[in-house]
């Protein structure tokens, strides 16, 4: 059995080689030569957003609704996720806070992803 550990970070194929050696008092084995196997390990890690879901439903002046987002791999710099509502009553508030900066965004890194 090989395998290999996913490390949620995008990077391309990567090829590897993996040796053995064999140690026995059998005289025809301790003679033979090491055989060599090459492994490609193919990332299955890919840029993009998830979003808990893509609809959300709120009353007027009622309870707020909610919508999760995260990465889909760890980032190598910070990613800056900002939002724009239609109109005025309408409000975006990442992080669960009242926010006076406009537009209203979301900050993921390689600690928060």
Known sequence: VIGTLDDFVVESDQVYTVTHSLVSNDTWYKTQPAATLRLQVLD??????????????????GAPDY???RLNSAPNMTV????TAQN???RVVPQGQWVTTEPPAIFFDATNW
């Open 44 to 61: 299955d890690d890919g840029y993009g957003i998830k979003l808990d879901k893509t609809f959300a439903e709120v009353v007027e002046a």
């Open 67 to 69: 919508i999760y987002f």
């Open 80 to 83: 800056n996720i900002s939002f």
């Open 88 to 90: 005025d009553f309408v």
